[in-house]
């Protein structure tokens, strides 16, 4: 929510106010930091699914509240280095007179220099092929769980490999941004009049899109959302066709006293 928050108000600011340098920093600052923590999200998630069904006398004591809060606080760590790293390569490599300088706030524009090149393709690399190797493994020995056991304990293997293909399935659209900015340069290159539906298409994408499933899919497989959407779906859908019926015999008595 943090990171969608802040993309979408730097996507209309970026539009409509021009930002000085040093509040694009702070802005991409925490953008960077929670577009690196979901994949690390999703790998610790699938962690959690394979101790629950591979391991699942010691979830108990592995899987505790408090060793939840400190994973947490580790992605949120691991996913600031980055972040932070950027900015000390700005300040090294940058005079103090461009904080103070208008700028279009978009990551490739404020980081350009060599230096955060290499260390973003860097990390990006070790992050993502840490991610889905564990996406892979954990899936694998889900996989092999679900064959081994039978009845209840095997529809929540079947669940669990299907949350993990999920994550999977999350991941490689993730794995579009690393793709857009070539993308991006292409299209606008070929189509420069078109360049702010072209860069707003490309961050629903790479950015939205990703975070759009988790939310969408689990409150969909939630009981008491469902019931209440179905619910309101329905009475829609319902009041939808009481409205027609009664605008048809409302038009049919008039074509008749006609």
């Known amino acids: ?42 790998a610790g998630m699938a962690v959690e699914r394979y101790i629950a069904v591979c391991r ?17 606080a580790l992605i949120w ?41 290499a260390q973003s393709t860097v990390v990006q690399v070790l992050l993502f092929t840490f991610v889905f190797l564990t996406l892979v493994i954990t899936y694998l020995k889900v996989l092999c769980a679900a064959r081994a056991v039978s009845g209840s304990n095997q529809a929540s293997a079947r669940n669990a490999r299907n949350t993990i293909l999920l994550h999977g399935v999350q991941l490689l659209i993730c794995m579009l941004s690393f793709i857009s900015p070539f993308i991006n340069l292409i299209l606008v290159t070929t189509w420069p009049r078109e360049r702010t539906k072209i860069l707003f298409t490309s961050f629903l994408f790479t950015n939205v899109l990703p975070r759009l499933l988790s939310p969408l899919i689990y409150g ?3 009981k008491k959302f469902s019931s209440h959407f179905k619910l309101h779906f329905c009475c829609k859908c319902c009041n939808a066709v009481e409205k027609r019926a009664s605008m048809a015999v409302g038009s049919h008595r008039r074509s008749k006293q006609v």
Not at 88 to 109: E, G, K, W
């Open 56 to 72: 699942p006398l010691h979830h108990v004591q592995l899987c505790t509240v408090q060793r939840a809060y400190a994973l947490i």
């Open 220 to 222: 969909v497989r939630d």
């Open 1 to 42: 929510m943090i990171m969608l928050t802040v993309s979408v108000a730097l996507q209309i600011m970026t539009y409509t106010i021009p930002l000085s340098f040093a509040p694009c920093c702070i802005m991409l600052l925490v953008l960077v930091t929670t577009n690196k923590n979901s994949p690390l999200n999703l």
């Open 77 to 117: 760590g691991v996913s600031f280095i980055p972040a932070l790293s950027d900015v000390i390569i700005t300040l090294a490599t940058q005079p103090l007179s461009v904080f103070s300088r208008s700028i279009l706030c978009y990551t490739s524009t404020v980081y350009n220099t060599p230096y955060h090149k």
